[in-house]
């Protein structure tokens, strides 16, 4: 049965979109090959839209996701009795020096105009919030209402709620775009050619070379982020806790996940020995309780980064059948939910429920031009 949509990529924003597609009665097929550094399998999946103290379009599309997270997960669990980890968890931002402490007040100032409540912890409250810091250390800026899913549970998840609904998946590489005119009618996979009516390019850091068939710039690169797994003797750590250096949180398993490196290394996705070491002297510096852990695992993922640092969701200008969603960089977990809705209304030609001008894909034409 030919599909009314194929998704080119089932990492977390591919498989999101199916989902959504075919809850709205859409037939739709996924086509994944599973390239080394899928950026999903590695990431710390908070949904902290507070993380960040940005404003404007990028953050209400981050509230808003992280809204839609509870009612999500809700529905995967009913589907497929498939938990998704999601819970609540604070965020504390600390500071080693006066210089961070600065930064996180401003910050803090930023999140109050933002609406966003957090309190300012001296050394000592600290280590009563938190225990397993270090000494030394300035202060820190908690926020309350955050959350973390489990990222390979939920694309798990997902993926058995979406073929519930009827997506087939594939392990195929999406070659090229097949073109009539100026209409994207299928993908070619292999030797097979696969026809649909609308086409969704959803491939996280390799969504360029596919987008390239439309000789159109589509700059998303990959920005590798190293991760490293760890197991603590005790249970250790109630906050999802940055340094300017290092982020951890506990997995609902009880490792402790320490995040992660930012590198411009093009399609590489081997994980390092300076990328393991800055990421455990981070920790240990941090936590030093640490120095007692297991090391569990050390895993590294392909960010898809784009250069104004905003998403890419919407229909590739000047042709039809083609919608594009990616460019998601440190958010695209949290970013999920939201991004799937908005192709939803897009490849159903509806009016998107919020506003997609900043995520729009012709902003690259107009600045190529
Ligand atoms: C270390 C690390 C920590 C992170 N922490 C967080 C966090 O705490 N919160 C958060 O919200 N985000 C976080 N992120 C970012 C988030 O993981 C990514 O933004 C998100 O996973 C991107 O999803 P994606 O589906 O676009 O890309 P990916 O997950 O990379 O999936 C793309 C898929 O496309 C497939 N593909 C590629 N080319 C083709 C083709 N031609 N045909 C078919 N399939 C193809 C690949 O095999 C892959 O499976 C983190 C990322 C990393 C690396």
């Known amino acids: ?19 959504q597609l075919a809850r709205r009665g859409a037939r739709v097929t996924v ?12 990431s710390a999946a908070m949904i902290a839209p507070d993380a960040d103290a940005g404003i404007g379009p990028l953050r209400e599309l981050a509230v808003e996701s992280a809204r839609l997270y509870p009612a999500l997960c809700a529905e995967l669990l009913d589907r497929t009795g498939l938990d998704s980890g999601l819970r609540e968890n604070a965020l504390l931002l600390v500071a080693w ?5 600065r930064d996180l007040r401003r910050r803090r100032h930023r999140l109050e105009q933002a609406g966003v409540a957090s309190a300012w912890l001296d050394p000592g409250r600290l280590r009563d919030v938190e225990p397993a810091l270090a000494a030394g250390l300035q202060g820190g800026l908690h926020l309350q209402g955050q959350r973390q899913v ?4 939920l694309l798990h998840a997902l993926s058995r709620a979406a073929a519930d609904l009827g997506v087939s998946f594939r392990s195929e590489e999406a070659h090229r775009l097949v073109i009539e005119g100026d209409r994207v009618t299928g993908v070619q996979a292999g030797a097979n050619k696969l026809s649909a009516g609308e086409i969704v390019i959803a491939a996280g850091a390799w969504s360029g070379s596919l987008a390239a068939d439309l ?8 920005i590798r982020g190293q991760m490293v797994g760890l197991s603590p003797p005790t249970s250790l750590l ?7 250096h290092v982020y951890l949180l506990r997995k609902a398993a009880g490792w402790i996940y320490v995040g992660a490196t930012e590198e411009d290394v093009g399609f590489d996705s081997s994980p390092t020995a300076a990328g393991v070491r800055d990421l455990l002297s981070g920790a240990v510096a ?5 120095e007692q852990a297991k090391l569990s695992h050390v895993a590294a993922g392909l960010r898809p980064a784009t250069p104004d640092g905003m998403p890419v969701i919407g229909r590739m200008p000047g042709w039809s059948g083609i919608t594009i969603a990616t460019g998601h960089f440190r958010d695209g977990v949290l970013l999920a939910p939201i991004t799937a809705e908005l192709v939803g209304d897009l490849v159903e030609h509806r009016r998107p429920r919020l506003p997609v001008d900043a995520f729009d894909p012709a902003r690259f034409l107009l600045r190529a031009a």
Request: charged share 15%.
């Open 150 to 153: 489990d990222a390979p549970a």
């Open 31 to 42: 086509l994944d090959h599973a390239a080394p550094g899928q950026a999903t399998a590695a």
């Open 238 to 244: 109630r906050t999802m806790c940055f340094s300017s």
């Open 97 to 101: 020096s006066e210089e961070d402490e």
């Open 1 to 19: 049965m030919t599909p009314d949509v194929i998704v080119a990529g089932g990492g977390v924003i591919g498989t999101a979109i199916a989902h």
């Open 286 to 290: 941090l936590a030093p309780a640490l």
């Open 215 to 222: 000789r159109q710039p589509m700059p998303v690169r990959p």
